[in-house]
């Protein structure tokens, strides 16, 4: 694939300081704002708004991360589904409003699911299912204004997890996302595949990644560079995937310096 301009996770105060930056080349951007419970329970009508005024004349792609706190895809339980589902289609309601193409949501696998898949079999299957019934109804509601979720790796060990979660369920609105801080941190503490075997693994299911960095320990979400990503390899298996992801930098502070941090990807002829 020929590497996309790179976006960026915002929050809204992060849309004035990156305004330009953002909008002069139509960079995409992926909405955080919208992830936590109080927000989901109350009316966010003021900040759509408020985002919608903002956003008049960007012309890039646009995404949420949807909602995610306590709420397990996976979850054995029906009437707790029940819940998830209506979180998530809220969720979408906020994407549709913002113009948005994209939604986050986090993968509910853990390094147990690794050690135990064959003391307890039954459990693939099991997850797989409760997955499948939790996101039907999220599809169907996606797909009616062509927003595609995007199952994340979280606490991932197996990169090729969510791919057979996604190659299951054989949704057009349903893809891979990869957090390459996420998969440090589970190469670093875990002993799982490095950043480019989960590019390698997602193949042509990727469709969005987070890029930040890490120092295989914890979550840093660092920019690229401060941490112990090898970068020009992992840009290198994205160029090499069959897939074209959004690729939207997801720092945690600091994000004035983002388009520095750009500028010192594309010196090494990484990324613009």
Known sequence: MTLPLLGAAIRRRDLD???????????AIEIQDFVMPEIFAGDPSELIAS????????????????????????????????????????????AKALGGSHMVVHSPFTYWHVLNRDNYPAVADQMLNAMADCLAPVLVRAG????????????????????????????????????????????????????????????????HVHLQDADGYADRHWHPGEGTIPWPAVFAALERSEASPR??????????????????????????
């Open 17 to 27: 300081t990156l305004r330009d930056w953002i909008f002069e080349p139509a960079r």
């Open 51 to 94: 985002y919608k005024r903002a956003l008049d004349g960007h012309r890039g792609l646009r995404g949420i991360h949807g909602p995610f706190f306590g709420l397990d895809l996976s979850n054995p339980d029906r009437e707790i589904r029940a819940v998830i589902q209506r979180r998530l289609l809220k969720g979408l309601e906020i």
């Open 144 to 207: 009616e204004f062509g927003c595609t979720v995007m199952l994340e790796n979280i606490d991932d060990t197996d990169p090729s997890a969510r791919v057979r979660v996604v190659q299951a369920i054989d949704h057009p609105q349903l893809r891979v996302s990869l957090d390459t801080g996420h998969a440090e941190l589970a190469h670093g503490r875990y002993g799982a595949p490095p950043v480019v075997d989960y590019v390698a693994q997602a193949g042509a299911w990727l469709g």
């Open 247 to 272: 690729l939207i930098l997801e720092v945690r502070d600091r994000l004035e310096r983002l388009p520095a941090t750009v500028k010192a990807l594309e010196a090494q002829g990484l990324a613009r």
